[in-house]
């Protein structure tokens, strides 16, 4: 194993403290593994907190700032962060107009979101938790009951957190983050698995000649291993998956996704691809995203996600977002 630490056992810390003076429109809380925007909460309006497993950068930290979230809380590589982790920063960006969390389908993000929306209750803080479920690949997985959230979250983010800077209310940005949801579909394909800091070798076995279809953002187990094949046959299967679940039409919000280790050379390859599918389709990509913000370390694959537009969703997409990892209109 070659990574760019120190230790396997302050990786986190180590990068958390990188965060901090990398951006100073951030305020990083390293002991207690925190990321709000340095200025603070806006009184009036509601806050959006996510979180997960490290190692899916830039999710969630690289996308706290105006446009989208208020916090985020990275746990552990591959590990859901603590109840605490998520009260600490549901109190901190607390604005008097409630708290949006935007959990990822995974178990242990469920319940630790679960346990802390009850104790900022509790405390006087109304909170409204939104479970994003966009993956196709399988319904049950070795960490959820029903399907994975991955690269939807980072829709379900955007929207909503263009929404929130309106001063919208609670509940309207809870419906249209579901919306968003509902709206949206993924699947990731695994070129090669990825080494997980702590365990030293990688987290699953892949053929040279062999890819992984609707795999994980964790290394999980997609629908089936299958001969490696040319850029368009892959994007093709992706789409077909998502258009058996979601027609494939209208306007479209595309995001072709890097699992980490993928050229993007690569990804734009792919996405023309997509580009090419859908068009053939009937459908138009209105707006898209091609690049790393849902990645598993340094795994070689990559990820489509589609959602279908309306004309308000189109709008609040297109707002104004300055975070590390998205920014335009400002």
Known sequence: MKKLINSPDTVVTDALTGVAVAHPSLAVDVENKVITRASGPQAGKVGLVSGGGSGHEPLHGGFVGYGMLDAACPGEVFTSPVPDQVLAATRAVNGGAGVLHIVKNYTGDVLNFQMAAELAGDEGIEVVSV??????????????????????????????????????????????????NERSRSLGVALTSCVVPAAGKPTFDLADSEVEMGIGIHGEPG????????????????????????????????????????????????????????????????????????????????????????????????????????????
């Open 223 to 330: 629908r089936s291993r299958v001969p490696l094949a040319p850029a368009r046959d892959l994007a093709a299967a992706a789409l077909d998956a998502i258009g058996a679940d979601l027609p494939l039409s209208g306007d479209l919000l595309v995001m072709v996704n890097g699992m980490g280790g993928t050229p993007l050379l690569e990804l734009y390859v792919l996405y023309n691809e997509v580009r090419q599918y859908l068009e053939g389709h009937g459908a138009r990509i209105a707006r898209n995203l091609v690049g790393n913000y849902i990645t598993s370390l340094e795994m070689q694959g990559f990820s489509v996600t589609v959602c279908r537009l309306t004309d308000t969703l189109i709008r609040l997409w297109d707002a104004p977002v300055d975070t590390p990892a998205l920014r335009w209109g400002r």
């Open 131 to 180: 479970v994003t479920n966009d993956d196709v690949a399988v319904q049950d997985s070795l960490y959820t009951a029903g399907r994975r959230g991955v690269g939807g979250t980072v829709f379900v983010e955007k929207i909503a957190g263009a929404l929130a800077e309106e001063g919208a209310g609670l509940d309207k940005v809870a419906d249209v983050a579901r919306e968003v």
